[in-house]
């Protein structure tokens, strides 16, 4: 049983049009957390969650007081109550030291951490599997409403999930089956023809058996006209069986249907946006971007006796997605107009099969306690895309008086990339105390994917193997019960770009290599009331590739980069009402050797900051229970200044955003919310190149009713 503990179409119509999906894990329902009255808070308490075990960060059932590591936990009831729709929100507004570099062209799912940019090196995974990047896109899981939480390890993650997560990993762990009935749902209006509806059902199917299932849908006319409009679903459905007192079998299908605004970016008159074109969208009048992922997982949980464990995920993901768009806006002073180009349709098609098996023990070993899992997973990646490469088409257009225009396809859209990719791990985990108060973590694995790439336009391809090894080695001390001391040295690999789309020109290259060295100290104080991290860190990577900020499918390798910096966060209960939660990453990152050939000339960028890489990066949440029933939140999010270009002469401004929020408990099982996003109005860039930005939203308000039932 769960642990109980104390307190464009209407989306309706969107919804009813959807399949159904689900997901759970039967191997955490352990760690399930019910609060059955009121709003049904389920998951990681507020807070640090310091004591709560996060699976990211270990395979063992670790908390993060134990891991040798940095691991943000943010529970999903924390994301919904702050008004976080989308993964992109919940991660960059709470964890430390993680920003968005989101786009259409990567999915909007696309992050930086410690020092580096993008899906080749931060990882994202769903319930704790991987999701393989095709043609540097992911697009699944978008929405947060059936997350229970969201873990963030920050740091070199492969030693746990294979090859690119140098920077970190992003895990979206959803909702689970649960043995106690739970129905919630929510329903909300805003700015700009918001309008959201969301539901929540779980519960008990006999003795032996429960369900969940998550609906919940969203649409706008969106802030940029035209095409400024959006509109998605995600569907989750999962059942777990309790075939027998020590197994449990989980079977859940999610699916995600995404059509994002259609806007590419702003384009940029000197060094900014102005605020008479802010609001203006110059993408072409029959564009389209669609994505639709499906997710099955089967998952088992075999415990023959008190000390083993044994766990099987097998799974199959789709994902179907398709652009056409013109991408590229650039402002002509000498004419006053605005040259479109990169007139682009793409399509792409990806099956993930795969099955991951680990087994845990624990044991004595000469005496002492210690934990012990081995492992291996396989997987098969099938990909194509269709494209009208070489991207060709431009226009010009007045930035006040245009015509859309349609697309221009010179080229003509067929098959040009055909990828299989081959994979077998293996991987181990150990956990030994040499003491009540010290002990060791170390972990392995060793990766062999082969990628098989043809081109059937050029009659190109190659077939290569791209093995990596990494391993991690730390000590976590306890010098009291809530204070834990640790270092970390930790090793990485990050593919070529994507490495299920790595080119021809890119397979005479190795894997990326890095390390890190980490030390920190966290703790707990005031009886539990307060929690607080800090960490430095050092991070070293060689032979990288990087994206070409003015054309992000195309690559340029780096001799070096590395970054060091410091993080800290801190929650505190001040007073009975007053809660504080505040995080902040000061980074020093760096291209250590790295020189491109411009215009016949050698030109080196050592010494310069990583594009899309900021130096500075804080949140801070201050909430307010100024009366019964009554709840205030205001948030802070601020980002430094990022540089465009490596040569570090464009350069994005910093920005900081302030989100509020106020609740009433109008009933014990009622909840009405009003919440204010980017409250300041400021004018900023999520993403951009040396031509233009891709703006955040501006001054928006949302008003949303939460029951359950």
């Known amino acids: ?41 389920e998951g990681p308490p507020p807070g640090l969650a310091l004591t709560t075990p996060a699976r990211s960060g270990s395979r063992l059932g670790l908390t993060p007081m134990e891991i040798p590591a940095s691991i943000d936990i943010i529970s999903g009831e924390t994301i919904r109550e702050r008004g976080q729709n989308t993964v992109e929100e919940a991660v960059t507004q709470n964890a430390t030291g993680i920003t968005s570099i989101a786009a259409p062209g990567n999915g909007n799912l696309a992050f930086t951490s410690r020092g580096f940019a993008g899906s080749g090196s931060v990882q994202q995974l769903y319930d704790g599997t991987r999701l393989y990047v095709g043609a540097g896109t992911v697009t699944f899981p978008f929405d947060t409403w059936s997350a229970e939480r969201i873990e963030v390890l920050r740091g070199p993650a492969s030693v746990l999930y294979g090859e690119g997560a140098i920077g970190g990993i992003i895990n979206v762990v959803p909702k689970k089956p649960v043995f106690t009935a739970l129905n919630e749902a929510r329903a909300a209006l805003g700015s700009d023809g918001v309008a959201r509806l969301a539901l929540d059902s779980g519960g008990p199917v006999g003795e032996a058996m429960a369900y969940r299932l998550n609906l919940s849908g969203n649409r706008a006319d969106g802030w940029v006209r035209p095409d400024g409009d959006f509109r998605n679903l995600a569907v989750s459905g999962a059942l777990t069986l309790r075939a027998a007192p020590d197994l449990s079998i989980t079977l859940s299908h999610d699916l995600g249907y995404n059509e994002p605004t259609r806007y590419w970016g ?91 098996l680990d087994v845990t023990a624990r044991t004595d070993l000469l005496g002492l306690r210690n934990t012990v899992l081995v492992g291996f997973d396989v997987n098969h990646v099938a990909f194509r895309r269709d494209s009208n490469t070489p991207f060709g088409g431009e226009s010009t257009v007045d930035p006040f008086r245009y015509a859309q225009g349609p697309f221009l396809n010179l080229a003509g859209t067929r098959t040009d990339i055909r990828s299989r990719l081959a994979q077998a791990s293996v991987f181990a985990e150990d956990r030994l105390e040499l003491s009540p108060q010290l002990a060791l973590v170390a972990g392995l694995r060793y990766d062999a994917p082969t990628l098989t790439r043809v081109n059937p336009l050029s009659a190109t391809g190659f ?60 703790g707990l104080f005031a009886g539990g009331r307060g929690e607080w991290t800090l960490a430095a860190y050092r991070i070293v990577k060689t032979d990288l590739l990087v994206p070409d900020p003015d054309r992000p499918t195309e690559l340029a390798q780096v001799g070096g980069q590395s970054s060091r910096g410091i993080e800290a966060a801190l929650s505190f209960a001040l007073w009975e009402n007053w809660r504080i939660e505040a995080n902040t990453a000061l980074l020093q990152a760096r291209y250590d050797a790295f020189a491109q050939n411009l215009d016949g000339a050698l030109v080196s960028f050592r010494g310069n900051v990583p594009v899309d890489v900021p130096q500075r990066v804080t949140n801070v949440w201050l909430s307010y229970a100024f009366a019964p029933g009554w709840v205030a939140r205001v948030g802070v999010n601020d980002v430094g200044p990022i540089f465009s270009d490596f040569a570090n002469t464009v350069r994005r401004p910093g920005y900081t955003l302030l989100n509020a929020s106020l609740d009433w408990q109008v009933t014990p099982t009622s909840r009405l919310s009003l919440r204010g996003y980017n409250l300041t109005d400021a004018l900023y860039a999520v993403s951009g190149n040396t031509n233009s930005w891709l703006l955040g939203r501006p001054r928006s308000v949302e008003v949303a009713y939460h029951v359950t039932f």
């Open 463 to 522: 077939t290569k193997d791209f093995d990596s090894f990494s391993y991690r080695v730390g000590a976590v001390y306890n010098p009291v019960p809530d204070l834990s001391l640790y270092a970390q040295y930790a090793t990485a690999a990050d593919p070529l770009g994507s490495l299920i789309t790595t080119s021809v020109a890119q397979a005479q290259f190795a894997l990326a290599k890095g390390e890190q060295v980490e030390a920190g100290v966290k």
């Open 266 to 356: 702003s384009p940029l008159v000197g060094d900014r946006v102005p605020d008479r074109i802010r609001f203006s969208n110059y993408n072409i009048q029959d564009s389209r971007i669609a994505w639709l992922d499906n997710w099955t997982q089967l998952r088992t949980e075999w415990n023959p006796s008190l000390d083993v464990t044994v766990r099987n995920v097998a799974y199959r993901l789709t994902s179907s997605r398709h652009w056409r768009d013109v991408e590229q806006y650039t402002y002509l002073p000498a004419s006053g107009l605005i040259r479109r180009d990169d007139y682009i349709e793409i399509r792409h098609e990806q099956e993930q099969v795969g099955n991951r």
């Open 1 to 41: 049983m769960p642990t109980l503990r104390g307190p464009g179409r209407s989306v309706l119509a969107t919804l009813l049009l959807a399949g159904i999906p689900a997901e759970s894990r039967a191997d955490d329902l352990a760690l399930d957390v019910i609060e059955v009255a009121g709003r049904g808070r």
